[in-house]
């Protein structure tokens, strides 16, 4: 179990508990957070649920595979390194207090 | 307060009514769906979850709880009989009569299934479009087992990729002179066939299946080039059909599809339609499109066109499938093209291949390649073109045709 904070792009921000095993995109899906859309529902196949994370928590979460990488590079304003793809982050204890960002908007 | 029906409860009626209540609505909104279970993805079902890596929840597009905090009824495992645009009411398959001030149709599709005369209705021949297909076929999946998958399209080639994984002996049929005949390339079938072949897909083209034989469940095969094959059991996916007969004894137009207009009105007052089953302009044609992407897209513009918004909806397709490793991305539609330019991938056992019209690119097949992907994707939906000469230099930067 992890707690994390999704801060839609107007600031408003959405803590919520979310179970081991699930991914961070499935966290605002099932919490209905709006932001991330996930059109693909976690195939890493269209760059829709795209986040900032918190400039703390960059190095501790695991590295990006070249699928991530080159899907985020085309993502809606792309930052190198904070930008991540929440269908690929599987949620474990280690993830509590992580704090994400939504973009303006999903590609 | 109006009354919203939506039938259909599958990804269109779940994105649908999911956007009206994010628009605002207010209205007495009821979800009507023939399975059991709350609305969730298919693509998984011939992927990760027929592979057992995915539990029955995460499969869930929201959780069940959601419906009922949303003030949405969501009626599961309720059939409806027949529709009166006239009288404005739905009457369910219990009798019960539902009035409504709009109705919305995400009724989705049906898989075409082998008729009964070759064998069809033999115990251990499976269709992959609902849950229930997939879990009553999962027990088949132990390694060693024969199964022969009737049909070379996505659906059957990923039911192959997944079965070959498990260690099955794998047959895949496909009657046309070669696998995805109808929407892909020669190039991006020979991809996919030496891909199938080197995991020891048995892949046969121009193979087709004279009947299915077995007392009571299927144990052969007998194929349109006179052999034989001893089966456990048989995967079809052979297309599906839209989910038209409601609408259409409801005198609703039909037209390869519930017929929409660019809004996604059908040819009733007050009813929509989104999804697989509606057939909507395109370009100055009309086209139906079977996916995920477009499920969800146009169902949000007839949500919001529910609500007075007055969108045209605007697809722009896209669709993907997971083979082995491999993930193929598709942009565009093909329809018309007269070349395929390939341009080779930064890794051995990727690329793309990039449909053209004359010097207009349609449509990019993408093979574990998801800058060719996007990079495409960006450019065609914005309406643009990238040169063939360009797509065809792995060193030419494409992004620069990229509008920002």
Redesign the interface.
């Known amino acids: 179990m992890a707690k994390i904070t999704y801060i839609e792009h107007n600031g408003t921000r959405h803590e919520v508990d979310v179970a081991n095993g ?1 991914t961070v995109m ?1 966290g605002a ?2 919490n ?1 957070i ?1 932001g991330i859309e996930a ?3 976690g ?5 829709t649920c795209h986040v900032y994370v918190d400039p703390a928590w960059v190095e501790k979460l695991p590295a990006k595979d070249p ?1 991530e990488e ?2 985020l ?2 993502a809606y304003q792309p930052d190198p390194t904070r930008s991540r793809l929440t269908c690929q982050l599987k949620v474990t204890d280690e993830l509590d207090g992580l704090v994400v960002q939504m973009p303006e908007k999903q ?1 | 307060m109006g009354q919203i029906i939506v039938v259909g409860a599958g990804q269109a009626g779940a994105s649908l009514v999911a956007k009206l209540r994010a628009q605002g609505c207010e209205d007495a909104i009821t979800l009507i769906g023939e399975e059991p279970v709350p609305p969730y993805q298919r693509p998984p079902l011939s992927k990760a979850y027929l592979l057992g890596e995915m539990a029955r929840e995460r499969l869930y597009l929201r959780p069940e709880s959601f419906y009922a905090e949303q003030g949405i009824a969501l009626r599961t495992g309720t059939g409806v009989a027949a529709i009166d645009p006239e009288a404005r009411h739905v009457t369910l398959t219990t009798g019960e009569v539902l009035p409504f001030d709009q109705l919305a149709l995400t009724t989705g599709s049906s898989p075409i299934r082998l008729p009964a005369a070759i064998g069809g209705d033999l115990g251990g021949v499976y269709t992959v479009r609902g849950l229930a297909d997939v879990d009553a076929m999962t027990g088949e999946f132990s390694e060693g087992r024969r199964v022969l998958i009737v049909g070379g399209g996505y659906i059957g080639l990923e039911a192959a990729a997944v079965a070959a994984k498990k260690g099955l002996q794998v047959t895949l049929v496909e009657m046309a002179p070669r696998i995805l005949q109808r929407v892909a390339a020669p190039e991006t079938a020979d991809f996919f066939r030496t891909l199938h072949r080197s995991h020891g897909v048995d892949l046969r083209e121009g193979v087709g299946l004279d009947r299915l034989t077995g007392e009571g469940r299927v144990a052969a095969a007998e194929l349109s080039d006179g052999s034989r094959l001893e089966v456990d059991f048989v995967i079809v996916g052979i297309g599906i059909r839209p989910n038209t007969a409601l609408a259409e004894a409801a005198g609703l137009a039909i037209e390869n599809g519930i017929r929409t207009d660019a809004q996604g009105r059908t040819s009733a007052a007050d009813i929509w339609a989104a999804g697989d089953c509606a057939s909507f302009p395109y370009r100055g044609g009309r086209i139906r499109l079977e996916s995920v992407p477009n499920a969800i897209d146009q169902a949000e513009v007839v949500a919001a066109n529910m609500l007075g918004a007055g969108q045209a909806y605007e697809a722009t397709p896209w669709f993907w499938s997971d083979q082995y490793d491999v993930k193929l991305q598709i942009t565009g539609l093909n329809a018309g093209y007269d070349r395929v330019i390939r341009r080779p991938g930064a890794k051995e056992g990727t690329g793309s291949h990039w449909y053209y019209a004359g010097e207009q690119l349609l449509s990019v097949d993408a093979m574990s390649d998801p800058r060719a992907y996007m990079v495409a994707k960006k450019v065609l939906d914005a309406g643009g073109s990238i040169p063939a000469e360009a797509a065809a230099d792995p060193d030419a930067d494409l992004k620069i045709y990229m509008r920002r």
């Not at chain 1, 195939?43 to 760059?47: E, L, P, Q, Y």
């Open positions: 699930l499935e899906r099932d209905n709006p059109d693909c529902g195939a890493c196949a269209c760059s699928m080159d899907m590079d085309f590609i």
